[in-house]
């Protein structure tokens, strides 16, 4: 049972398009959402993570947009360049000393030139 | 300051045999987690440790183990090993207590294959 769904499988767009990547959850006692980015070969990198008080959260070029409501997160990059080129993922972790990340399946962006 | 550390960078191993990766946190922090990452998945949860306390397990068999050390580095025992075993073995490491602790960071990886 995947207790975080994420979508779509892959993506690709072209050069300063805004790609959107959704996630889902179930579990309510989910307590910090994070999204990291990992290229082939390399381990996950944290780029931008939300707690559900808040319904919004940019840094940078990526923004998080949070609905509590529906347990549903996602991420959009803006001006996406060929170098955000990598495969995207979003996890949830539930509250309490235990801070195991529950992960999606992935996301692999292309940005084309 | 140096991120997580992990060694080694790549391992090859045949059924049955034994394997200890390593893990060194970025210093000043005193938590670490193993996750295993199979090619195409998401990474899974294998352990968690705090202040050399097993604070989290995950739904992996006993022949894997773990352990930290007083100067909060861990090792990622797996015993006879499987086919199945064969991922990406990652260690992450946070600070262990407070907000800043959810905000968890990545070594490279170790990637075991089993032959």
């Known amino acids: 049972q995947q207790q975080v769904k994420q979508s779509p499988q892959s993506l690709i767009v072209q050069k300063g398009g805004i790609p959107i990547i959704n996630c889902a959850y179930e579990?309510?006692?989910?307590?910090?959402f994070p999204w990291y980015q990992q290229f082939p070969g390399k381990g996950p990198a944290l780029l931008i993570a939300i707690r559900p008080d808040v319904s919004e959260k940019k840094e940078g070029r990526f923004t998080i947009s949070f609905n509590k409501s529906a347990k549903q997160f996602s991420l959009h990059i803006m001006d996406s360049q060929p170098g955000d080129s990598a495969t995207y993922f979003c996890?949830?972790?539930?509250?309490?000393?235990?801070?195991?990340?529950?992960w999606g399946l992935g996301t692999s962006l292309a940005v084309n030139p | 300051d140096a991120g997580v550390t992990q060694s080694p960078t790549h391992l090859i191993k045949t059924r049955g045999q034994h394997v200890t990766l390593r893990c060194s946190p970025i210093?000043?922090?005193?938590?670490v987690s193993w996750y295993q990452q199979v090619l195409g998945q998401g990474p899974q949860f294998i352990f968690q440790y705090y202040e050399k306390e097993e604070r989290g397990r995950g739904n992996f068999p006993d022949r894997f183990s773990a352990r930290q050390f007083p100067n909060y580095s861990s090792e990622l025992n797996v015993n006879a090993l499987l086919l199945g075993d064969s991922a990406l073995y990652l260690c992450?490491?946070?600070?262990?207590?407070?907000?800043?602790?959810?905000?968890?960071?990545f070594g490279p990886g170790t990637r075991l294959t089993v032959t």
């Open positions: 996890a949830a972790s539930p509250a309490g000393n235990n801070r195991k990340l529950i």
């Open positions: 992450a490491s946070n600070t262990g207590q407070g907000i800043p602790s959810r905000e968890q960071y």
């Open positions: 210093s000043g922090h005193k938590s």
């Open positions: 579990n309510t006692a989910f307590d910090y």
